[in-house]
């Protein structure tokens, strides 16, 4: 509608311009002249009626203007509206007078020979300046108002237009945003089907996608969360059978070979029950399956009871143990003791599995600027001394996982001297007090 009103806007003016009516288009001064040339050497029998028929006609149209009439024998034949005194005959010397005077005076005067044989004498046209100044510029305002009407006309359309398609981009924008309970795209309702209607019809049909490829995802989540639950089920019956006929052949008479062998085949034995532990719980932390219970705990002698257990194992691999639990501000953090021993389980299970070449074990605490911090420290190769293990990055992933399910945070340095894992409290923060971290 907008594009329209811009075309017919041209239309209208051009149509005020040149056809509202033939006496408007008159009003310029060359077509007056021409106009009064062509009616004066219209007219084949030169008469009062005949003249004063055409002064009549103009009168119409130039109710302002004045004419009169002067025959070939210079007498002053015909007028019309005439004001001013003019002679009752004119010779040649006056009547090139006159035509000196008027010539681009005012009023506007045009002087035309009568009939094609210039033998009738002449006719005189005569019309104030002001009066088709007056009327340029009336046109001039009509075309200018009208022009004027026509632009706000189309900023209103446009305006109208582009805020209706605003406000459905703001729509379709808001939908987007919106999300459901699995955190996808909801659709949204079609109203017209123009080029933002197929923009919310391929929305649509993106949001159906979406939801169509989160069913597969979660149905092959749930085949493999149940495929890992079985093989660890099914895999732990023959692992204790192995382990109990590697009990029975233990306690035969055996060379040494043979019974470190054994003793080689019960410690591969219980690292793939540890993975297999490892990757059901995994499993259940990614579906939120695993039942977390948090509760006000003593850390530092948490701490102590879980190294209580591990003591032995260190001491058979020859380990120089260093515990050094220094108090904290505050002991006491809120963790679920479980999921606490199992994510110390891992990091020591790790010491011992992949950094024993360095033999060394250190566990110290500190506090920090805003952190109250457990360090656990060993001499190993580092994690990448040991990318050929494939145990230790679930290991991790899941200390990972319930580190900051407890709303605690972690970090850990590895390189060819050793490895440092940190597990970090946010300190409690007093009131009107704040914390650098």
Do not use: C
Not at 186 to 203: M, P, W
Not at 210 to 232: D, G, K, P, Y
Request: aromatic share 10%; hydrophobic share 40%; proline share 3%.
């Amino acid at each position: 509608m907008a594009l329209f009103v811009v075309q017919i806007s041209l239309l209208i003016s051009g149509f005020i311009w040149l056809n509202a009516s033939v006496e408007d288009v008159e009003r310029g001064y060359a077509g007056i002249e021409d106009k009064w040339h062509q009616d004066a050497g219209g007219i084949k029998n030169g008469t009062e009626d005949t003249v004063m028929q055409l002064f009549k006609e103009w009168k119409q149209a130039y109710p302002e203007a004045s004419m009169f009439w002067v025959n070939d024998n210079g007498h002053l034949s015909a007028e019309l509206n005439v004001t001013q005194d003019l002679p009752a005959e004119w010779d040649p010397v006056y009547t090139a007078e006159f035509i000196k005077e008027r010539y681009d005076g005012n009023p506007y005067t045009v002087v035309a020979f009568l009939g094609q044989e210039h033998n009738q004498g002449f006719i005189v046209f005569q019309i104030p300046r002001m009066i088709m100044e007056n009327a340029s510029s009336d046109k001039t305002k009509i075309l200018s108002i009208t022009s004027l009407v026509l632009i706000i006309l189309f900023i209103i359309v446009s305006l109208f237009f582009f805020r209706r398609i605003r406000k459905r981009l703001l729509y379709l924008q808001k939908a987007m945003a919106v999300r459901d309970v699995d955190n996808l795209p909801v659709s949204i309702h079609v109203k017209k089907d123009d080029e933002i209607g197929q923009l919310e019809t391929a929305f649509n049909n993106m949001v159906h996608e979406l939801r169509e490829s989160h069913q597969r995802e979660q149905e092959e989540e749930q085949l493999r969360r149940e495929l890992i639950a079985n093989l660890s089920h099914d895999l732990r019956t023959p692992l204790t059978k192995m382990r109990a006929q590697i009990d029975t052949i233990s306690n035969e008479g055996l060379s040494n070979d043979v019974y470190q062998a054994f003793h080689r085949l019960e410690g591969s034995i219980d690292h793939i029950d540890r993975l297999m532990e490892n990757l059901m719980s995994y499993t259940l932390l990614t579906a939120s399956k695993m039942k977390y219970q948090p509760q006000k705990t003593d850390i530092l002698r948490h701490v102590r009871t879980s190294l209580a257990a591990w003591y032995p194992l260190f001491e058979q691999e020859s380990f120089d143990i260093d515990v050094n639990l220094g108090p904290f501000e505050q002991n006491e953090w809120l963790v679920d003791p479980l999921w606490m021993d199992r994510i110390l389980d891992n990091v020591l299970q790790n010491v011992i599995r992949y950094a024993k070449e360095g033999r060394y074990i250190g566990v110290t605490t500190e506090s920090a600027s805003g952190y109250d911090v457990i360090v656990i420290t060993d001499h190993g190769p580092g994690i990448y001394g040991n990318a050929g293990e494939k145990g230790v990055g679930i290991g991790l992933s899941i200390v990972d996982m319930m580190v900051r399910q407890m709303g605690l945070d972690w970090n850990m340095e590895s390189g060819e001297h050793g490895t440092v894992v940190r597990i970090k409290r946010m300190k409690q923060k007093p009131q009107g007090e704040t914390v650098d971290t």
